[in-house]
């Protein structure tokens, strides 16, 4: 794992505007039309936009695709995160389940083909459903992975954000261990704070971060935290973990 591959709250929505949301590489973020990020991944109600099947001016398939092209690609060109979508409001999520997974797969399937004509990777993070997002479709890396399994696209992966991984689930250990092989990016925050690795709560990253290291993770790492003050203050966790384990030279 080569620090030289660090990001910093890499968030970028792809459409609509190609939005930015934060400083960083590797990783871009795609919601669909005038949706709320997240609304409309799986949702059966929204499936040609989430396919982009319409390819007319200004429609959200076509500002999907398009936002492939744009120039901030060129400095971000590596994956894209694509959001499930959300259950729809007043829906039971048990209820629902069967026909968004079925929608997200098609979609999935889609948006697999369109990113291998340029080279990039697909990215599904769970994200939690207990304190960030009750709505989301997407929420344990059980459910990723068995999902990424029926598509079966090798431009898709997981996306492993930490900190929802041990809200929803704990057993990062073995979480880590069973899933790597799946994951195409991490992200990094303390829980329950969602601060700098550095600050007080529930996770060792020294540990986690060795451990990562030893399951023979070279990837990127992003910083989806909070910084509790100034960020490159923050950024001392960074320091210290160079300190005793050595800067990494270019091109690490």
């Not at 969602?194 to 600050?199: F, I, K, V």
């Not at 509790?228 to 210290?240: A, F, I, P, Q």
Request: aromatic letters at 8%; hydrophobic letters at 35%.
């Amino acid at each position: 794992m080569g620090w030289s591959r660090l990001c910093c709250t890499p968030r970028l929505w792809a459409v609509p505007g190609m939005r930015r949301r934060g400083i960083g590489k590797g990783e871009f973020g795609s919601t669909g039309g005038a949706e709320r990020p997240g609304e409309m991944g799986s949702r059966p109600d929204r499936r040609a936009a989430g396919r982009g099947a319409s390819r007319e001016r200004g429609s959200e398939g076509s500002r999907f695709e398009d936002g492939l092209h744009s120039p901030l690609q060129a400095h971000f060109p590596h994956r894209i995160h694509l959001m499930a979508g959300r259950v729809p409001q007043g829906a039971d999520r048990a209820a629902v389940r069967s026909e968004m997974e079925t929608v997200f797969l098609e979609n999935l399937r889609h948006a697999a083909g369109v990113l291998a004509q340029e080279n990039l990777v697909g990215l599904l993070e769970p994200i939690n459903t207990r304190i960030t997002d009750p709505r989301y479709f997407l929420d344990t890396p059980q459910q990723a992975a068995a999902i990424l399994e029926k598509v079966g696209r090798p431009n898709l992966q997981l996306q492993m954000d930490i900190f929802h991984w041990q809200i929803m689930d704990g057993n990062l250990t073995g979480n880590i261990r069973e899933f790597l092989p799946f994951v195409g990016h991490v992200q990094v925050a303390q829980v329950p704070g969602r601060g700098e690795p550095s600050s007080p709560g529930e996770l060792n990253f020294p540990y986690l971060f060795q451990l990562l290291e030893d399951e023979g993770y070279k990837g990127f790492v992003g910083c989806e935290y909070q910084p509790r003050g100034d960020t490159v203050e923050g950024l001392s966790w960074l320091r210290s973990y160079w300190d005793k384990r050595g800067r990494p030279q270019a091109g690490q």
